[in-house]
């Protein structure tokens, strides 16, 4: 007969004892509770970790109807400017003992819908980002994702935070910009024609061009990928613009890659804007103009709401706005003479 194991497992006896604290205590930071002092709860979890106690999550979850996860549901993890967003949130979240499950739709929208649910039946709650579904849609959905942050939509839902950036706002001080710097001809490469964001954009572009007459802007179909943006070289040259606000970053760098293989000058014969500032933009050949959204920021501003909509905080900021900054680099200059 095999003998018997006499090994013990390492309890929360064990953990309190080490921490200084009582059983009590340790159960809530275990859980979750964001009541426990900081200092605290974080001197539980390196006793925690010292003696290699990890709590049953299964048990646990079921006992508490609660899974220390929240979900993310973005358009696409290729894209730096979601990468930036979910570092803000996790890294925010694992501070007070939250993991985070991502989900990606891959630009698909009946994906969308389908992906937040299932988050939602495994999570404690849901953080959307920019999701392209309509106001009417989300509307719907948004009692069954409950507890629920969005992020870059600003449909008004009961109880609901949303955290975007001023993107009208922000494609309007870029066309400044440029006609700051004499353009009169430009070429907007729009987004997913479903994208919210980009709705913001094309309507503060319309404003833009009410307030200048003497401005001419085309819009041109672009996407959200460094290979549209390449793919548009030939309608962009084609449409005379000296100047080109493209629907994010990867866009512009795509269009800036297409110009330079065709021999194009940027920005002695053309200028190029991008949008977001992703960690890229200032190492391209010319670095890129564009307009800077502190994104990571926005990340942790969401997890902040989502904890405080967890603790049903009455106070939580229903809706919060960024200002994108503009950042002016080599891809801009004078219009071209002649």
């Given at each position: 007969m095999a003998k018997r194991s006499t090994t013990r497992r390492t309890g929360i006896a064990d953990v309190a004892k080490h921490a200084g604290v009582s059983h009590a205590t340790v159960s809530r930071v275990m859980n979750g509770n964001f009541t426990v002092d900081p200092?605290?709860?974080?001197?539980?979890?390196?006793?925690?970790?010292?003696?290699?106690?990890?709590?049953?999550?299964v048990g646990r979850s079921l006992a508490l109807g609660k899974t220390d996860t929240i979900g993310v549901v973005v358009?696409?993890?290729?894209?730096?400017?979601?990468?930036?967003?979910?570092?803000?949130?996790?890294?925010?979240?694992?501070?007070?003992?939250?993991?985070?499950?991502?989900?990606?739709?891959?630009?698909?929208?009946?994906?969308?819908?389908?992906?937040?649910a299932e988050a939602r039946r495994r999570c404690d709650g849901v953080v959307l980002c920019a999701p392209r579904m309509s106001d009417a849609e989300l509307q719907d959905l948004a009692s069954a994702l409950h507890p629920l942050v969005l992020i870059n939509r600003t449909v008004p839902i009961e109880n609901t935070p949303s955290l975007s950036a001023n993107y009208g706002q922000g494609i309007q001080e870029l066309a400044t910009y440029l006609v700051g710097l004499g353009h009169k001809r430009l070429a907007f490469l729009s987004g997913p024609?479903?994208?919210?964001?980009?709705r913001l954009r094309v309507d503060g572009l319309a404003q833009f061009v009410a307030e200048h007459p003497d401005v001419e802007l085309q819009t041109l179909s672009g996407g959200v990928s460094f290979a549209e943006g390449h793919e548009s070289v030939e309608r962009i040259l084609a449409s005379g613009a000296t100047a080109v606000l493209a629907f994010n970053d990867l866009v512009a760098m795509g269009l800036l890659s297409g110009l330079h293989e065709r021999g194009v000058d940027v920005p002695g014969e053309i200028s190029v804007t991008g949008f977001d500032d992703i960690p890229f933009a200032r190492y391209t050949t010319p670095p890129l103009t564009t307009a800077a959204v502190p994104i990571t920021e926005l990340g942790e501003a969401a997890w902040e709401r989502m904890k405080a909509v967890l603790q049903e905080d009455e106070a939580v900021a229903l809706a919060t706005t960024f200002s994108p900054r503009v950042v002016a680099r080599g891809s801009t200059g004078p219009v071209p003479l002649g």
């Open positions: 200092v605290i709860a974080q001197r539980v979890r390196e006793s925690a970790a010292e003696l290699k106690y990890y709590p049953n999550s358009p696409d993890l290729g894209n730096p400017t979601f990468q930036a967003m979910l570092r803000g949130v996790s890294r925010a979240a694992a501070k007070d003992g939250y993991r985070v499950l991502i989900a990606d739709s891959s630009e698909v929208l009946s994906e969308e819908a389908i992906l937040a024609p479903q994208s919210a964001s980009n």
